[in-house]
């Protein structure tokens, strides 16, 4: 008996959130017709979203034509909708939480709140966009920007979806380099926590190498770059680089035969030090190259004994750094060779200083196409 009464009572509480989902969903739908309604009851919404909003073209536009919150965001099928009111119902008990009560908090979470929002339109294929926007009716010809044409056809045809491209076309974009600067701070505290513990490490950072302790640098190793320790002596490692080099290109040691993703940038004052173990010509582009090893010294700070975290740092690098105008192009999307043309190409477009330009560049190439489409 007492069992019976739960199932009851639980059918009962199941009812009630159903009977409220649906009839909210019908007072949803009637006051949020003008600006946002309902939404911008909350002061998260009207301070920290409806600023950029009021000024961008979905609200205002030489059409009329206006796209509220719910155009965006709330399905306009019965049942995805309901779907999105119960999830709704989660948001507004952290509204009362006060989880994003402050701008400080609510930009703190741009970034995490709008991936979630970018997520699930992709994973619908940008259904409400296409409520307003129907493909079939573009007319390419009359773009003010034919080069924008061009890129949404590419785009369209590849199988992209709208906010593949049009992040932040409504709203503020979030700080993209957050996400990847987080995981850089993880990986230096990582490099902290494991100390010098196991024989190969590898650099988080381009770092330079010596000939000989406390001398002057005399070169620089590229970050991921998998180095031998040999000896450790005071806050030094005396490591082994091996690698390859291309027969009268004494200046840099290369991850692979054939390919120029960078190892080790060598001065003058050590080239001579490099050891040559096995020499070979390249069939595709008959170019002689020489399998060789080098033994040097470099400062332990800076480094750790799995490229793992190094590899996830990258990853959050390519969609953060790439994702804001188009879709993030695969890694192996190209050889490693191509990569140093296409990035130095979009270098305009990204916001990366000269020590993350050349870690992505590197987990780029020994991603490529060429490496198996990953290493």
């Not at 009560?101 to 930009?107: A, G, Q």
């Not at 369209?156 to 491209?165: A, K, P, R, V, W």
């Not at 010596?210 to 070169?219: I, L, M, Q, T």
Request: charged fraction near 25%; aromatic fraction near 8%.
């Amino acid at each position: 008996m007492t069992h019976l009464f739960t199932t009851k009572r639980a059918l009962l509480v199941i009812g009630l959130i159903v009977v409220t989902c649906i009839s909210s969903a019908g007072v949803f739908a009637t006051t949020n017709k003008e600006s946002g309604g309902f939404c911008l009851s909350c002061h998260e919404m009207k301070e920290n979203v409806f600023p950029a909003y009021s000024k961008s073209k979905h609200y205002m536009s030489a059409s009329g034509v206006r796209a509220d919150c719910s155009s965006c965001h709330v399905p306009s099928d019965f049942l995805p909708m309901l779907q999105r009111k119960i999830v709704a119902s989660r948001e507004l008990v952290q509204s009362f939480k006060g989880v994003l009560d402050t701008p400080e908090k609510f930009d703190e979470n741009r970034l995490r709140l709008a991936k979630r929002v970018w997520a699930e339109m992709e994973a619908n294929d940008s259904r409400e966009c296409r409520e307003c926007h129907e493909q079939k009716a573009f007319k390419y010809d009359s773009f003010k920007k034919q080069d924008g044409a061009k890129r949404m056809q590419k785009g369209l045809s590849e199988g992209q979806t709208c906010i593949n491209c049009h992040k932040g076309i409504t709203h503020k974009l979030p700080d993209m380099s957050s996400g990847y600067k987080l995981a850089f701070e993880e990986l230096i505290t990582l490099a902290k926590e494991q100390g010098i513990s196991g024989d190969i490490q590898y650099p988080i950072l381009m770092m330079p190498i010596y000939k000989e302790k406390d001398g002057k640098p005399v070169g620089r190793l590229l970050p991921a770059t998998q180095v031998k320790v040999l000896e450790r002596a005071d806050g030094w490692l005396n490591v082994l680089i091996e690698g390859w080099q291309q027969d009268g290109v004494d200046a840099m040691i290369y991850e692979e035969q054939g390919k120029r993703i960078f190892s080790a940038a060598l001065s003058k004052k050590i080239r001579s030090d490099v050891k040559v173990h096995g020499t070979q010509v390249d069939p595709d582009t008959e170019q002689t190259w020489h399998q060789v090893s080098l033994t040097c010294w470099i400062k332990s700070e800076n480094v750790i004994n799995s490229r793992e975290p190094l590899w996830s740092y990258g990853s959050e690098m390519l969609s953060s750094a790439c994702s804001t105008c188009h879709n993030a192009t695969p890694a192996a999307h190209f050889n490693a060779n191509q990569w140093i043309g296409n990035l130095k190409a979009m270098k305009h477009n990204i916001s990366l200083s000269k020590q993350e330009y050349r870690f992505f560049l590197k987990y780029l190439q020994m991603h490529a196409s060429d490496m198996n489409g990953s290493h």
